[in-house]
């Protein structure tokens, strides 16, 4: 049966998933006004939504999220040159490899974000802490996927490059490298992912930086529809970023 | 699995094993830097404190009955948070990953709100839950809830169909379709689910409670911050590190030991 | 169009034990209405095996799964000694094509599902298992995982859970297709052996007219797309018959008859899918 959409159930589904949001929207509202929902607690939708334009324009918003981009961008440049010259590094010199890659593994699943009141000892309460979390939590995705991309080069490939007497340093730019850079595009994902939750997860425990923190002093101000708003805000850039990342991965990685 | 005539190898010594001496060289080498980082005075005093001091620190710290305390009430927090947030995320995903319409409609939420950092929903979660560890469970639920409903809805997919007609011929109800079918058909997606929670859990509950907390560990870290005990400090990361790391290996065991009866 | 007349033997619906009563099943497809089902009708006499063959696109699966109750949306009616059937029926034990085995339960907690949901006291219904597990001939294998049994022995075990929920009819859909050819002879053995000894009723699907001729009592031979029944034949082998019979001469004269009606069927099929292909232009799955 050959899969032949029709509108019906192309924007169908999406619809209900949208239609469903706004009935909870609604829902909420009606119950805020009706006094069910105390409002104090819960501002009324309507309420976050006007404060959006004000948050916006008062708190500077963009001003912020620069702040958060660039302090993101050098968490993800450190990861990537450290991350994959480790990897690299690893996938070559097996013994070391063997060694130490389930520490990597390790680390991966290691709850990192947790130093940060180390860093904050360390590296002060900057832009450089912030970029620094992010890095230490990306990295090891990036080491990881690498390793993977590296070794799991297909093995008739490999025997080409023997075959046409390509020495070991042409063998891995030529042959291993572009074979990897799916999954080292992969795990460069993970990484810029990780890097981003703990760069705006760390802003807004330590109070500084760009959007994390503006959330972090709405809360702290009472503004309660600000707040609500500046996450909103927040999670709508996180959505976007992660979509983005997508198409791009699926675009660099055809063959996946 | 018959291992009869299979040529076993002799297995090297531990210490002339190549790996395990490459090991010993790194975590000498890096002991070694920092000893020397921590007595030359280059940094800030207490900031890379000796090794000894760390080494004191982490003594005294499981000599403290105090510590067990505020462990207890983190891991209270955690195990709960984990209990919510697993449940809701197993009925959800079971829901979604049954229902072909509900998944398409729904579950882009779950996979594109996933990837967001949760600690900023925190504020919201003290409004609503106060400021004692209600606030910290629910951060820990809702961190944990995504992974495990994602995983079970991809589980309940890729369940073998013909598993699925068996129970309705033999006219199971919902209820054990669930229990004797949909869980044990998927409980390796279901538990590395619940592994990528714990992780999550474990970090949202802490997190919590190092911004808003009098008791547990991380209201300890930062306390230890706030007085600059270094040492300290230290010796509490380092232990939470290893509990964590093994707490994450424990959930993998579990769901590996299962893989011994599996094809 | 008009239904091809069924010689005399039938079975008279007040004796049947299952009565598939004008049947018609339509399926929605992007290329059109589908209907894999049209007015087939059979009956099913106690204690009797009877066979359905037909050639791949005959419905006979729709069917399958509409006598089973998992599908729904048909014309025509289903009953079980006179009772409808709407969704599963406790009197039909249905058999699967595929390999069912629960993987993460041993052999004997297979065999015991079905006495699990209707919840039988764990003791009785390990004993009563047991008395199943030993009829298919797994004896020893209680404990085992189905990963540790060959495909053969899964499918055995698969036997033995249906049987456990002891079924008024044993409906089959071509439970031997992922077996070898030996294989499949010793177990259309060790199914005719225990139909005989339990007297079941069943009622076999399938597209292999060596099993079909071995193991009925009649078959039931279907057109391709729309199913219909083209004929029914009786086969007077003797009962009780073992795997032997598939070298008798009277063995031989039935595979012969039913394939020289079959053959007409299959081509069609076969000519039916090439055509698809061709104005498709898609590559065959």
Same mark, same amino acid.
């Given at each position: 049966?050959?899969?032949?959409?029709?509108?019906?159930?192309r924007f169908g589904p999406a619809l209900l998933g949208i239609g469903g949001l706004v009935a909870v929207l609604v829902l909420v509202e009606i119950l805020i006004r009706a006094g069910a929902i105390n409002r104090f607690i819960v501002p009324m939708p309507s309420e976050i939504g006007a404060s959006f334009e004000r948050v916006i324009v008062e708190e500077d918003v963009f001003g912020r999220f620069w702040q958060t981009m660039k302090e993101a961008f050098w968490a993800i440049v450190l990861i990537t040159i450290v991350g994959v010259s480790t990897g690299v590094l690893l996938h070559r010199v097996t013994l070391l490899r063997r060694a130490t890659e389930t520490w990597v593994a390790a680390l991966a699943s290691a709850p990192t974000v947790l130093m940060y009141p180390l860093f904050l000892v360390i590296f002060g309460r900057s832009a450089l802490t912030i970029t620094m979390m992010g890095f230490v939590a990306g990295l090891a995705p990036v080491i990881l996927k690498t390793i993977e991309g590296l070794s799991g080069t297909r093995r008739v490939l490999i025997n080409v490059g023997r075959s046409l007497k390509l020495t070991e340093t042409q063998l891995f730019w030529k042959i291993l490298f572009p074979a990897a850079l799916p999954n080292i595009f992969v795990g460069l994902r993970l990484g810029m992912i990780f890097a981003l939750i703990n760069v705006v997860g760390v802003e807004f425990l330590i109070n500084f930086g760009g959007l994390g923190q503006l959330i972090n002093e709405l809360a702290e101000r009472y503004d309660l529809a600000g707040t609500y708003a500046a996450i909103s805000f927040v999670v709508l850039i996180s959505v976007v970023f992660f979509m983005f990342t997508e198409k791009a991965e699926r675009w660099l990685t055809p063959a996946n | 699995m018959a291992d009869a005539g299979k040529l076993t190898v002799a297995a090297p010594k531990p210490w002339a094993d190549p790996v395990t001496a490459v090991r010993i060289v790194i975590v000498l080498t890096i002991l070694l830097t920092w000893e020397l980082v921590a007595r030359s005075g280059l940094l800030y005093r207490d900031v890379v404190p000796s090794l000894l001091a760390i080494g004191e620190a982490v003594v005294k710290l499981i000599g403290q009955p105090d510590y067990y305390w505020h462990l207890g009430v983190t891991a209270g927090e955690i195990?709960?948070?984990?209990?919510?947030?697993?449940?809701?995320?197993? &009925?959800?995903? &079971?829901?979604?990953?049954?229902?072909?319409l509900l998944a398409r409609a729904y579950e882009p939420y779950l996979y594109y709100l996933g990837p967001t950092p949760k600690i900023i929903f925190f504020p919201v979660m003290i409004m609503w839950f106060g400021v004692g560890p209600g606030s910290k469970v629910a951060m820990g639920a809702i961190s944990c809830f995504f992974p495990i409903a994602l995983s079970t809805a991809a589980g309940m997919r890729q369940i073998d169909k013909v598993l699925i007609r068996v129970g309705k011929s033999f006219r199971a109800n919902a209820w054990q379709m669930a229990t004797k079918i949909y869980l044990p058909a998927m409980r390796h997606p279901v538990i590395n689910g619940v592994r990528l929670g714990l992780g999550v859990a474990i970090i949202g509950t802490l997190l919590a409670e190092t911004k808003l907390s009098n008791r547990g560990v991380g209201f300890l870290i930062i306390q230890a911050y706030s007085i600059f005990d270094m040492p300290r400090m230290y010796a509490m990361l380092i232990v939470l590190f290893v509990l964590a790391i093994g707490a994450n290996a424990l959930v993998a065991r579990i769901g590996g030991l299962d893989t011994i009866r599996q094809a | 169009m008009s239904v091809t007349p069924l010689p005399a033997s039938r079975v008279r619906t007040q004796d049947a034990i299952l009565v598939v009563d004008d049947i018609v099943k339509r399926f929605e497809t992007p290329d059109g209405i589908l209907t894999a089902v049209d007015h087939v009708s059979l009956s099913v006499a106690p204690e009797e095996f009877l066979g359905v063959i037909g050639p791949s696109g005959c419905g006979k699966s729709t069917l399958f799964n509409v006598i089973g109750g998992l599908l729904d949306g048909y014309e025509g009616q289903v009953s079980v000694a006179g009772d409808r059937v709407s969704g599963p029926h406790p009197a039909i034990g249905m058999i699967f094509q595929e390999e069912s085995t629960f993987p993460w339960r041993t052999v004997i907690d297979n065999v015991a599902f079905p006495l699990e949901i209707a919840g039988v006291p764990k003791a009785q219904r390990i004993e009563r298992a047991r008395h199943f597990v030993s009829l298919v001939g797994l004896d020893g294998f209680e404990k085992r995982y189905p990963n540790e049994l060959s495909g053969g022995m899964r499918q055995r075990v698969s036997l033995a859970r249906t049987l456990a929920s002891e079924p008024k009819i044993l409906l089959m859909d071509e439970p031997f297709a992922s077996l070898d050819e030996q294989t499949r002879l010793l177990?259309?053995?060790?199914?005719? +052996?225990? +139909? !005989? !000894?339990?007297? +079941?009723t069943t009622l076999l699907i399938t597209h292999n007219i060596t099993e079909a001729v071995q193991l009925s009592d009649r078959i039931v031979v279907m057109t391709y797309r729309p199913g219909r029944v083209k004929r029914i034949v009786d086969i007077n082998l003797p009962r009780p018959r073992t795997s032997e019979i598939v070298s008798s001469e009277a063995f031989g004269r039935y595979v012969a008859q039913i394939w020289s009606d079959l053959r007409e069927e299959a081509s069609r099929g076969l000519r039916d899918t090439e055509s698809r292909v061709l104005q498709s232009g898609e590559r065959r799955p």
């Open positions: 049966m050959t899969g032949v959409a029709t509108a019906k159930t | 195990g709960t948070a984990l209990v919510i947030g697993g449940l809701s995320g197993l &009925i959800v995903g &079971i829901a979604l990953g049954g229902n072909r | 177990l259309g053995d060790k199914i005719l +052996q225990i +139909q !005989q !000894q339990l007297k +079941q």
